[in-house]
């Protein structure tokens, strides 16, 4: 009796972890395309031949559903995927590394904050306000640092009058970078709750 009793807590645990896995697909499949789709829809050229568009908030909301790992993969392949689909496939190397820097940070620090304050919210607005700030600071950064690589490309010279240059169109990036990121962070904290609710199985605090 003893025995048959371990054997189906064995399965019954062996079926959750299938259970969990198989959301976690789903639900990393699901992030994907949301990120796609909100960086993909709405997009506003920039003058240093990027654009504004709304799906950072997607990027945040994958690294704090799906963990260190599934999330940042969701947040770099949809994001990469919209500039392959939009016509800037230069782009789509540095924008999967970037995307999935950003949210990479963005979970681990959301998941630390949680190992320091397990008593409070697990996604409170603080929280998500703060690995957000640090998930688009490493956007910002790494955008900065793509732009002069791609602008000395298209240039076809790495002089230091080209980098100079490069340099200087790059910076002109960052304010609209800044209002990205600014308005991801914003979205985010607006649509946590409501995703929650939806991944609640998956979220692991």
């Known amino acids: 009796m003893i025995d048959l009793t371990i054997f189906s807590c ?12 198989a959301k976690k697909v789903v639900f990393s499949a699901m992030f994907t395309a949301l990120t796609l789709i ?6 506003i050229p920039t003058p240093t031949l990027g654009y504004i568009h709304i799906g950072d908030s997607f990027v945040i909301l994958s690294s704090l559903f799906l963990g260190p790992l ?12 919209s500039d392959l689909l939009g016509g800037y496939a230069i782009w789509v190397p540095g924008t999967f590394i970037i995307k999935f820097l950003s949210a990479l940070t963005c979970a681990a620090l959301i998941r ?3 190992k320091i304050s397990p008593q409070s919210n697990s996604l409170s607005t603080a929280k998500i306000a703060i690995s957000g700030v640090a998930g688009e600071l490493v956007m910002i950064v790494g ?19 080209a980098l100079s240059g490069a340099i200087t169109e790059s910076a002109a990036e960052i304010p609209f970078n800044i209002v990205q990121g600014t308005v991801g962070i914003i979205l985010a904290l607006i649509l946590a709750p409501l995703t929650k609710r939806i991944v609640k199985d998956t979220y692991d605090k």
């Open 10 to 21: 064995i399965i019954v645990n062996m079926n959750t972890k299938q259970n969990n896995s």
């Open 38 to 43: 909100a960086t993909y829809v709405i997009k």
């Open 70 to 81: 599934s999330g940042p993969l969701a947040a770099g392949l949809g994001s990469a995927l």
């Open 112 to 114: 630390g904050l949680n």
């Open 143 to 161: 955008y900065f640092f793509y732009n002069i690589i791609i602008i000395s490309l298209l240039n076809g010279s790495f002089n230091t009058s």
